[in-house]
T-cell receptor, first 114, second 113 residues
């Protein structure tokens, strides 16, 4: 069965510090991968998606970046965090097939920028 | 206009009640539809897909109305454990056959004893 891991689970960082969040998927190959952010009391905002190694598309321009160094690894980074970067960061994976499409989320990383 | 819109609630209902949520979408090319459940401070979890003919899973019934571009979720015999935020989601294509989901902002449900 497929599983998705994210770490760390929680993170408190000062403004201006760098960020690296990691997501890995097990039990599937060539998944589509996504990074979402959910600000407190808000909906899910798609940040990045990837359909393959090294292929990253950005939905919202900001000071975050994403990379996909391996098929089942997706990394979210920032060189300098802003207060507005606080939120719940969720990685998700999906496999699109003609028969259907389903997307599953990892447990998330709760980031507080102080 | 948002691509996917939901009534944010909150919906406060007594145990045993029937509650219904609606979700409208603006892109007529949307192909797949889903309901997710999100507990407080947890990740969204897939509750059910929504099929054109409507589908049922126990106490939960999902309906799709393509002509009016909305989906609905009906929960019968509400339980305390149904308290959560319910997110609707619709797909759109972004690369070849690959698709992505657009989420509504969620409807908060509290089932009261």
């Amino acid at each position: 069965s497929q599983t998705i891991h994210q770490w760390p689970a929680t993170l408190v960082q000062p403004v201006g510090s760098p960020l690296s969040l990691e997501c890995t998927v097990e039990g599937t190959s060539n998944p589509n991968l996504y990074w979402y952010r959910q600000a407190a009391g808000r909906g899910l905002q798609l940040l990045f998606y990837s359909i393959g190694i090294g292929q990253i598309s950005s939905e919202v321009p900001q000071n975050l970046s994403a990379s996909r160094p391996q098929d089942r690894q997706f990394i979210l980074s920032s060189k300098k965090l802003l207060l507005s970067d606080s939120g719940f960061y969720l990685c998700a994976w999906s496999v699109s097939r003609d028969a259907g499409f389903t997307q599953y989320f990892g447990p998330g990383t709760r980031l507080t920028v102080l | 206009r948002k691509e996917v819109e939901q009534d944010p609630g909150p919906f406060n209902v007594p145990e045993g009640a029937t509650v219904a949520f609606n979700c409208t979408y603006s892109n007529s090319a949307s192909q797949s539809f889903f309901w997710y459940r999100q507990d407080c401070r947890k990740e969204p979890k897939l509750l059910m897909s929504v099929y054109s003919s409507g589908n049922e899973d126990g106490r939960f019934t999902a309906q799709l109305n393509r002509a009016s571009q909305y989906i609905s979720l009906l929960i019968r015999d509400s339980k305390l454990s149904d308290s959560a935020t319910y997110l609707c989601a619709v797909t759109r294509r972004f690369s070849g056959s690959a698709r992505q989901l657009t989420f509504g902002s969620g409807t908060q449900l509290t089932v009261l004893p």
